[in-house]
């Protein structure tokens, strides 16, 4: 059985005006959307639109074109999906366009929008109140404000900026409980949406109670008075619950 080719197209270039390093480039990231290294071979760069064509042995065609068909509806491997969005920053910094095809047939395996990618919302940086919450693992600084960095699980607070003499009460307080820290943070919009806090000014903490929930609810019990284990207390609430029931 004969080779399958694939035929990725980038409108803007012609062979002699493709530079040697960004054919690299372009190369590299097609090669890992495509997969099957072993398999798979650089045929050459064709005239008219640069014209990168590639032939996959007869033995991996079935699985590259699986693997495609999961990169043009998003259902692919994480390194080819990866590798397609690659493909689409380097185009779109070329101001081009690409598409991928089987062999020079007119039917698009994959298609790539390039500078047509609608272009994100910009947000200029806001400053903002706020709390962040975690365990403190570093503190330290040469300058007049200490730096602090909070672990929160797998996420770290970087860029805290404390002043001397708080660090100098939170630093007994290094590995131990979890703290919350309140103060004014900066905020930015990154590319893909998610906002990012780029530095965070403490002005105040406090330690937060780790006890079991079920310590805390002795602890509440045992205040005299407080009524909790009155058999009526929840009368009402349940009442409302009720009627919440019967209107739906």
């Known amino acids: 059985m004969n080779p399958v080719e694939y035929v990725f197209r980038i409108d803007v270039f ?6 040697m390093a960004r054919l690299a480039e372009y190369l590299a990231a097609l090669a890992k959307m495509i997969g099957h290294p072993e398999h798979t071979h650089f045929v050459g760069v ?20 699986t693997r495609l068909n ?11 999906l990866a590798a397609k969005q690659q493909l689409e920053e380097l185009l779109a910094n070329d101001n081009a366009v690409g598409t991928l095809t089987e062999g020079d047939g007119i039917r698009v395996v994959v298609s790539f929008m390039g500078r ?23 503190i330290g600084g040469r300058d007049n404000t200490a ?57 105040r903490y406090e330690v937060l109670d780790e006890r079991p929930i079920q310590s805390v609810l002795e602890t509440v019990r045992a205040v005299q008075g407080n009524r909790l284990m009155d058999p009526d207390v929840y009368r009402d609430v349940t009442a409302f619950s009720q009627r919440e029931g019967d209107q739906r």
């Open 116 to 138: 047509n990618r609608p272009k994100p919302l910009t947000f200029p940086p806001f400053r903002e109140d706020a709390a962040i919450d975690g365990q403190l693992v570093s």
């Open 147 to 203: 730096h602090a960095t909070l672990q929160d699980g797998s996420l770290f607070h970087v860029g805290l900026t404390v002043r001397r003499e708080m660090a100098r009460d939170l630093a007994r307080l290094l590995y131990g409980p979890m703290l919350r820290l309140h103060g004014n943070g900066r905020f930015e919009r990154q590319s893909d949406g998610v906002w990012k806090m780029s530095d965070f000014r403490v002005e």
């Open 70 to 80: 999961g990169v043009r509806v998003g259902d692919a491997p994480k390194e080819a």
């Open 14 to 19: 012609r062979p002699e005006t493709l530079p």
């Open 46 to 65: 064709e005239h008219g639109s640069a014209k990168l064509r590639t032939a996959v042995d007869a033995v991996d065609a079935p699985k590259v074109a």
